[in-house]
């Protein structure tokens, strides 16, 4: 069932667990991630990146979530990730999208409120969950032990005041996760997350959840995250499966793949402590 994130993170930070939200870009991927939800009776976060609209397009997208989400009796959300354009985000809440993401983290904190504020006017007004980020969570190597970074760490100050102007639902925050895979080891700013949720009551948010390690993201678990975001490992595993499958023709290569990206899914349902809902 199609659901938005507000009762289920709240759930979630209540109980101290996180909802794994893995970017789909087809339709075996969507189907692989709400059938081991589904299995599980675990609730999952089908997110779609706007950049992802090269390989399909918003509607599209909206369809396979929700043909999905109802074939099954389990909290599903259908969840841009990554709306950098006003235009792409409206139109997935006209679809049906029950949740999405406004990132002008890269832009000035005046700016990013001023966006946000917009979205969040048009998304309550349909009953659709909104995400906005404070920070900026870097790409590649770009993490926060390197010299040079792309990233830039939430200041609890500017969190708090965001939340306030904003009436936001989750924030999306940045403490040493990267996109994409890391070279060297992540280091995680664990006191400044602790120091954001004491202050903050709406559920925490983590982008570049993949490479960054089972013990750090079971730590941010435990700081209020409620919703970490998986691609990288994912459809890694994806490979490494269909790889050593050794497939003979095209339909089992594609069953190995969904294995493996099955398979690693459910083991961060583990990590993450997820539960029923």
């Not at 904190?109 to 969570?137: Q, W």
């Not at 926060?144 to 005041?161: C, D, F, G, L, R």
């Not at 349902?269 to 997820?274: A, Q, W």
């Amino acid at each position: 069932m199609l659901v938005n994130t507000k009762e289920i993170f709240q759930i979630a930070r209540k109980k101290g667990f996180a909802i794994p939200a893995p970017n789909f870009y087809n339709s075996d991927s969507i189907k692989t991630y709400i059938e081991i939800a589904a299995k599980n009776n675990f609730p999952v976060i089908a997110s779609f990146a706007e950049v992802h609209t090269e390989l399909m397009s918003i509607e599209e997208a909206a369809e396979m979530g929700k043909f999905y989400a109802d074939k099954y009796d389990i909290p599903v959300v259908l969840h841009l990730d990554h709306g950098m354009t006003y235009s792409v985000i409206v139109k997935a809440i006209k679809n049906g999208f029950s949740s999405v993401m406004i990132d002008a983290s890269s832009k000035s904190f005046d700016e990013n409120v001023r966006l946000t504020k917009e979205i969040v006017k048009v998304a309550h007004a349909v009953n659709v969950s909104v995400e906005a980020e404070i920070g900026h969570v870097g790409a590649g190597q770009n993490y926060e032990n390197h010299e040079q970074t792309e990233s830039q760490y939430t200041k609890t100050e500017e969190a708090v005041k965001f939340v306030e102007m904003t009436n936001i639902d989750s924030l999306a925050v940045s403490v040493g996760t990267a996109h994409g895979s890391y070279i060297g080891t992540p280091e995680i700013n664990f006191e400044r997350l602790k120091e954001i949720y004491e202050n903050i009551s709406i559920p925490l948010v983590l982008h570049g959840g993949s490479s960054t390690g089972d013990e750090n993201l079971r730590k941010c678990v435990g700081f209020g995250i409620a919703k970490i975001n998986l691609f990288t490992d994912i459809v890694n595993a994806g490979m490494k499966a269909g790889q050593e499958g050794k497939a003979a023709d095209l339909l089992s290569l594609n069953k190995d793949i969904s294995g493996g990206m099955g398979n690693c899914l459910e083991h961060y349902f583990k990590v993450f402590k997820t539960e029923r809902v």
